[in-house]
């Protein structure tokens, strides 16, 4: 059995924004920067943030760009427009006590509106430069975990733990492209002529496994694990695709849906709406973890990976997923990703099928995350472990970015939450793997015990339609 979440499924509920700062900072105040990194870390931090990012293969100098610089301008601009503010007020108070004595303040009055302009000018130059730094900071990927493998390529993930072993066959086990067309349950030719290429239909029994896959990873999750399921819209704004970061860098890999004067987007995973739904938020401390589940299609462009997985449906540009989404405090969100992790596992554990758990290396990793462990599961059709789940630990890094609070017991000052999610599981790659993994020998499919009450068959059979 997985570790059991410690969740108590208690969600906090919406309120007015009280972030602080407030959702409308100051010009001048460092935490105006909304970016992934906070600015001061990064000022103070160079030489620790150059080495993280050779860790992940990147150059720092192409990163940071000339952070050091703009950052050291923007601040001498920002001093010197303070300085001369202080002056303006001296030399106001000296204009009113002139004017009450009736004496002439000509001279001091243009010397206070020639401070105003260089002022403004200042003012200006620190915008710019705070703009430039926005763009530099955006950039900046998340820094790897210390108990992160710093590794070059994907070669160097490292192996955590397996479960169960492979199923053995008295005959060549066939990939789920070939049993889901023999058994009349998958059909890939008519969505093409719907849609295109990377879009499936299912028929009968190969519908109704999804549907049950979905209805089973929920039940689970919401009556065991203790997560609150939401149900979310699958078009978000691109404030929400930001929060999370995918925009702007990944807006290739998404599906834009021009509405009105600003664009709408499909969600490429439950992720995004649910995180976002504390966006511009503070929660108590004491709701912490608060823990959400999402089952929705997710629709994504798959920008890049032409050639890859062409046959099947391991790769769709829609494909349904189950989400599971923390908002964790600092101190115990990596106990959080592991309770995390080990729900996922859990649905393969009760399924009864075999896989693995690796930690990606520092080059491996999204650049949003901190740590990330891979669940794999074994598909014996194509005998080969793949990816069903990637649960991850952000830190702050998605928080600070979509302004996610806490206001930590005793406190009066908030405090970015962290934020986690993972799926639980991807349910199209497990139809894969129950297919591949419960055939048999006369062409059929056996429904593992735990997914029967939701199947209403305990097996698969040929028909066609």
Not at 248 to 258: I, N, Q, S, T
Not at 287 to 315: H, N, Q, W
Not at 430 to 445: H, K, P, R
């Amino acid at each position: 059995m997985g570790v059991r979440s410690a969740c108590t499924g208690e969600v906090a509920r919406p309120r007015a924004c009280n972030a602080t700062p407030p959702c409308t900072p100051s010009p001048f105040s460092d935490t105006l920067i909304t970016s992934m990194l906070d600015l001061n870390f990064v000022r103070n931090n160079l030489p620790l943030v150059e080495e993280k990012l050779r860790q992940r293969g990147l150059d720092p100098a192409e990163v940071l760009k000339d952070f050091g610089q703009i950052d050291a301008q923007r601040r001498q601009a920002i001093t010197a427009a303070e300085t001369m503010k202080a002056h303006r007020n001296r030399a106001s108070e000296e204009v009113s006590r002139l004017k009450k004595e009736g004496q002439d303040a000509s001279a001091l009055m243009l010397q206070t509106k020639e401070l105003r302009e260089e002022i403004q000018g200042l003012e200006k130059a620190a915008g710019e430069y705070d703009t430039h730094l926005r763009g530099i900071l955006s950039g900046i990927p998340n820094l790897p975990h210390a108990s992160v493998p710093v590794g070059k390529s994907a070669e160097d993930n490292v192996e955590v733990r397996r479960w169960g072993t492979p199923p053995k066959f008295d005959f060549t086990p066939k990939p789920h492209w070939e049993l889901g067309e023999q058994l009349g349950v998958l059909d890939l030719e008519r969505a093409v002529k719907l849609t295109g290429a990377r879009f499936a239909v299912y028929w009968d029994l190969g519908a109704r496994l999804e549907r049950a896959l979905a209805n089973f990873m929920l039940d689970l999750h919401t009556r065991q694990h203790g997560y609150t399921e939401v149900l979310p819209p699958y078009l978000v704004n691109s404030d929400s695709m930001y929060g999370t970061g995918q925009l702007p860098k990944f807006a290739d890999d998404l599906f834009r849906v021009p509405f009105g004067e600003n664009d709408l987007w499909l969600i490429p995973t439950a992720e995004v709406p649910v995180t976002n739904l504390y966006r511009d938020e503070v929660l108590e401390a004491s709701r912490l973890p608060v823990c959400l589940t999402a089952y929705t299609p997710c629709f994504r462009s798959e920008a890049g990976s032409y050639g890859k997985d062409v046959r099947g449906i391991i790769r769709q540009h829609q494909f349904q997923k189950v989400e599971l989404v923390k908002f964790a405090h600092p101190d115990t969100s990596y106990d959080e990703l592991e309770k995390l992790t080990h729900d996922a596992e859990e649905v393969l554990q009760k399924l009864g099928l075999h896989y693995r758990v690796v930690t990606l290396c520092t080059a491996d990793m999204g650049p949003s995350s901190a740590k990330t462990y891979d669940i794999e599961v074994w598909l014996p059709g194509q005998q080969l472990f793949r990816e069903i789940s990637s649960c991850s630990n952000f830190e702050a890094f998605q928080a600070r970015r979509a302004n996610i609070r806490f206001r930590p017991e005793g406190k009066n000052k908030s405090e970015f939450v962290h934020t986690l999610n993972g799926s639980g599981l991807a349910v199209g790659r497990t139809w894969v793997a129950l297919v591949e993994n419960y055939q048999q020998a006369d062409g059929t499919v056996l429904i593992p015990e735990a997914l029967r009450p939701f199947m209403g068959a305990d097996r698969l059979t040929p028909k066609k339609f």
